[in-house]
């Protein structure tokens, strides 16, 4: 049985609004809030507690060191749940589950981009950004907005599930690899034969997966991806080295012709309190297509530079607007600025 003392973690957990949760023995409960990791000014746990949570999750304290599940409470809360050893104590990392997904307008991500791309047909749209930026809530929001104004059969190959949809408009699978399916790239080709009209695929983490994904976009699916890469032209480098020598032009090709666009995004401290996203996105056109296959990076960074349309925007021009309306302070813009020196020329000329 969990203990009392870690149930009452749990709790405080969603009370605070937190994301993650970290417990080890002989240390203070910490949350995640705002992108923040801080204590929750509790006594240090015990190994008898900490084991009680182990055996809790299905894990035996005396034999295992890691061990990935998830756990749930009374009133249906859900926790993705890693436990682990270090130092030789116990520890674990939990991960809300959530069910409420906000809007893309209270997100502050680019509706006027998305949306244009969550009504095509088919095709391939990538969201990315490093760890903790976000992803997997602006593609919750993309799903939520598809289920709200579609009748649509939207799959979901997450590692872990991050939100629990309700089916409204649209029905929603929902599949996690390891405990529903053994890997991406099979519970993907296996998707393909449940039906779908949208699969949301957690993460592009190789070939197999890319040209997988690839050609269910080809035979008239929408396809939505993340990838850990740091803005658009790097995620088409990422797509460009993970194809095989020998398989590059046929990759690149199915990609140049499938990629509806690519959002990318940070999460900055807000001015004032809390956190603020911004977002670089390129859609893909008629330009970018001849310029994707030719693995021409250097150009499509130049445009993404020089593009004033609305369709297309480079982290800098996010920095600027951000800077312009008061949302980031000069000293956050400057630290997160792909080149600070670009960013000081502009902010010259703008003065």
């Not at 006027?112 to 088919?122: E, F, N, T």
Request: charged residues 25%; proline residues 5%; aromatic residues 6%.
């Amino acid at each position: 049985m969990v203990s009392p003392t870690i149930l009452r973690h749990l709790h405080s957990t969603r009370q605070h609004g937190a994301s993650d949760l970290f417990l080890e023995e002989g240390g203070p409960p910490r949350l995640t809030l705002h992108g923040a990791v801080q204590d929750l000014q509790e006594t240090a746990g015990t190994r008898e507690e900490l084991a009680s949570f182990w055996r809790g999750c299905g894990a035996d304290p005396e034999k295992e060191c890691d061990h990935d599940a998830s756990y749930a409470l009374e009133d249906g809360a859900r926790f993705r749940v890693s436990l682990f050893r270090h130092s030789g104590r116990l520890g674990a990392a939990l991960r809300v589950i959530k069910t409420e997904v906000p809007g893309m307008e209270l997100l502050g991500v680019p509706e006027h981009v998305l949306v244009p791309w969550l009504q095509r047909r088919s095709g391939l749209i990538l969201v990315t950004g490093a760890t903790g930026s976000g992803k997997s809530t602006t593609l919750a929001s993309c799903l939520e907005w598809i289920n709200s104004h579609y009748q649509k059969h939207i799959i979901t190959l997450e590692d872990p599930v991050e939100y629990q949809f309700t089916s409204r408009h649209s029905l929603f699978t929902q599949r996690e690899i390891g405990t529903d399916t053994d890997s991406f790239p099979r519970a993907l080709r296996a998707a393909l034969r449940q039906a779908p009209d949208v699969i949301l695929l957690g993460e592009i983490r190789d070939a197999e997966t890319a040209f997988t994904a690839l050609q269910a976009c080809e035979t008239g699916h929408l396809v939505l991806s993340t990838l850990h890469s740091t803005d658009c032209v790097d995620t088409l480098e990422r797509l460009n080295t993970m194809f095989p020598d020998k398989e590059r032009s046929s990759g690149l090709l199915l990609l140049s012709m499938q990629l509806v666009g690519i959002l990318s995004q940070i999460l900055l401290p807000k001015a004032g309190g809390g956190m603020t996203v911004l977002c670089e996105y390129i859609e893909n056109s008629g330009a970018t297509k001849p310029w994707i296959r030719g693995e021409r990076l250097p150009e499509i960074r130049d445009h993404l530079n020089r593009s004033q349309t609305a369709e297309t925007q480079s982290f800098l021009r996010a920095l600027l607007t951000a800077l312009a309306e008061g949302r980031i302070t000069e000293e956050t813009a400057m630290a997160a600025a792909p080149n600070p020196g670009d960013l000081q020329r502009a902010l010259r000329g703008l003065a």
